[in-house]
């Protein structure tokens, strides 16, 4: 299994960020969470929330408020959308297959939230 993150590397504060992550070796509808983790600099790694293979959601608490989690199973894909984004919001965002062990991760991508 293969995951690849793709979207804006540069978001303006108080705008949406919105990444896709592209599953190639496995389908998010048989089995398994997927999930999007972030790792801010100099800090470690954070729960954004999960997408279950039957399509129900779930999300940090600290940022649920913000967050939305969708898929395209046609694309076998899987999408994050963090609204109202602030400096804070910058980091290493990773896709994941899992949540409480995670199988595969993508190789991440860096989002900059500029003020």
């Known amino acids: 299994v293969q995951l690849h993150e793709s979207g804006s590397g540069l978001v303006n504060a108080s705008h949406t960020l919105s990444l896709t992550c592209t599953v190639s070796g496995g389908s998010i509808t048989t089995n398994f969470y997927w999930s999007w983790i972030r790792q801010p600099p100099g800090k470690g790694l954070e729960w954004v929330g999960s997408?279950?293979?039957?399509?129900?959601?779930s999300y940090s608490p600290s940022l649920k408020s913000r967050t939305s989690i969708s898929r395209d199973t046609t694309k076998n894909q899987f999408t994050l959308q963090l609204s109202s984004v602030t400096p804070e919001d910058t980091a290493v965002y990773y896709c994941t297959r899992g949540l409480a062990l995670i199988h595969f991760w993508g190789q991440g991508t860096q989002v900059t939230v500029s003020s």
């Open positions: 997408i279950y293979y039957s399509g129900s959601t």
